[in-house]
T-cell receptor
Framework: GESVGLHLPTLSVQEGDNSIINCAYS??????FIWYKQESGKGPQFIID?????DKRQGQRVTVLLNKTVKHLSLQIAATQPGDSAVYFC????????????FGTGTLLAVQP | DGGITQSPKYLFRKEGQNVTLSCEQN?????MYWYRQDPGQGLRLIYY???????QKGDIAEGYSVSREKKESFPLTVTSAQKNPTAFYLC?????????????FGPGTRLTVL
């Protein structure tokens, strides 16, 4: 979802549960999407990407789902661990060829031990 | 180790002073980017460069300037014209891939104007 001002959407989960983080993207021309993880005070780290010719892509413990009909992207994290606590951003490329990315405002994932 | 370095990690500036943030990459990437991040918000693009000696304004370029004299380096100057410069600044780089490649980020510089 979108956030306003200083208040990020927050997802609180128990350690060991699965997490699902959602993102609504803005540009129907976007054909490349990325999920990043950002820990406090650090730069974003790449998690997984997906191109628009795919609906689903799996990585290690993570799965990204793309629904182009409703312009929705989700990140699923299996067996969530305390080290997964961070802000998660989705990004889209807007369909351009310049490698520019458009970032969402992020979701804070809080893993309770 | 390959990667992107930014320096300094923390920077304090008095109002009215210009300050330059360093970004260096040894990934042999053609494209480099500067973003600004404010608390609870996403990344906003300041400037980007797809090749040496060329750069373009992003969404919030006013009060900032850049240069791209070397492939490895993309310094950002925050000028006194930037009305609200206190923020976390992130540099990134990528291969040229027609808009379908990942950007790699540096650790960031936190700028505080006193």
């Amino acid at each position: 979802g979108e956030s306003v001002g200083l208040h990020l959407p927050t997802l609180s989960v128990q350690e060991g549960d699965n997490s699902i983080i959602n993102c609504a993207y803005s540009n129907s021309a976007s054909d490349y999407f990325i999920w990043y993880k950002q820990e406090s005070g650090k730069g974003p780290q790449f998690i997984i990407d997906i191109r628009s010719n795919m609906d689903k892509r799996q990585g290690q413990r993570v799965t990204v789902l793309l629904n182009k009909t409703v312009k929705h992207l989700s990140l699923q994290i299996a067996a969530t661990q305390p080290g997964d606590s961070a802000v998660y951003f989705c990004a889209e490329n807007g369909g351009g060829a310049t490698n520019k990315l458009i970032f969402g405002t992020g979701t804070l994932l809080a893993v309770q031990p | 180790d390959g990667g992107i370095t930014q320096s300094p990690k923390y920077l304090f500036r008095k109002e009215g002073q210009n300050v330059t943030l360093s970004c260096e990459q040894n990934l042999n990437h053609d494209a480099m980017y500067w973003y600004r991040q404010d608390p609870g918000q996403g990344l906003r693009l300041i400037y980007y460069s797809q090749i040496v000696n060329d750069f373009q304004k992003g969404d919030i370029a006013e009060g900032y300037s850049v240069s791209r004299e070397k492939k490895e380096s993309f310094p950002l100057t925050v000028t006194s014209a930037q009305k609200n410069p206190t923020a976390f600044y992130l540099c990134a780089s990528s291969n040229r891939g027609g808009g379908k490649v990942e950007q790699f980020f540096g650790p960031g510089t936190r700028l505080t104007v006193l």
